[in-house]
């Protein structure tokens, strides 16, 4: 049992270029969460998704896009990065819904984008 | 608006307990978490507390809910230098749409 699994750990982009994160979870869960930690703040959420085929905005969602054709699966792409999107970028999943039974998040070991 | 806060940093001496705090302002909340952040890792849950208990023990973990004060405590007992980490407490208000309320964290330094 992997648990969730992100790729990459690092990368280094340009204002401007693009690229997407790619986070697995083997554990069947239904809900999938995308947050940025930034220094000093709690973790701030992007997007999520309660199930295949399904994405919600979070949060912080502007110049982030998401994709979740797959349960195990859930995407998040920066279309043109900015500097304001250097952090660290968790993924998650949970069973059921925050706040009930099974609700607790399992976390990916992060992604560090550093924008420049 | 809805807010949790910590305080920062907690330095404790080995072997000592340690108490790290956090407050939130909304008390519909249902669950409360604590989570524990290694350096370079991804959070991993620690324990949650139902909004209708008053203190949950596991091991050396105590956690306190005061729903008066909305005051959450962790106390970790015989602090060992594993321990250190940031230690975050998120709360999910009832109405909050699958969005988890997250604290600063605070980090944990162990003193030999």
């Known amino acids: 049992n992997a648990g969730v699994t992100q790729t990459p750990k690092f990368r280094v982009l340009k204002t401007g270029q693009s690229m997407t994160l790619l986070c697995a979870q083997d554990?069947?869960?239904?809900?999938m969460y995308w947050y940025r930690q930034d220094p000093g703040m709690g973790l701030r959420l992007i997007h999520y998704?309660?199930?295949?085929?399904?994405?919600a905005k979070g949060e912080v969602p502007d110049g982030y896009n998401v994709s979740r054709l797959k349960k195990q699966n859930f995407l998040l792409g920066l279309e043109s990065a900015a500097p304001s999107q250097t952090s660290v970028y968790f993924c998650?999943?949970?069973?059921?819904?925050?706040?009930?039974?099974?609700?607790?998040?399992?976390f990916g070991p992060g992604t560090r984008l550093t924008v420049t | 608006g809805e807010d949790v806060e910590q305080s920062l940093f907690l330095s404790v001496r080995e072997g000592d307990s340690s108490v790290i705090n956090c407050t939130y302002t909304?008390?519909?909340?249902?669950?409360l978490y604590w989570y524990k952040q290694e350096p370079g890792a991804g959070l991993q849950l620690l324990t949650y507390i139902f909004s209708n208990m008053d203190m949950k023990q596991d091991q050396r973990l105590t956690v306190l809910l005061n729903k008066k004060d909305k005051h959450l405590s962790l106390r970790i007992a015989d602090t060992q230098t594993g321990d250190s980490a940031i230690y975050f407490c998120a709360e999910i208000p009832m109405d909050s749409n699958y969005q988890l309320i997250w604290g600063a964290g605070t980090k944990l330094i162990i003193k030999p």
């Open positions: 998650a999943s949970s069973y059921s819904t925050p706040g009930q039974p099974r609700g607790e998040q399992y």
């Open positions: 998704s309660v199930g295949e085929g399904t994405t």
């Open positions: 554990m069947n869960h239904e809900y």
């Open positions: 909304d008390s519909s909340s249902t669950y």
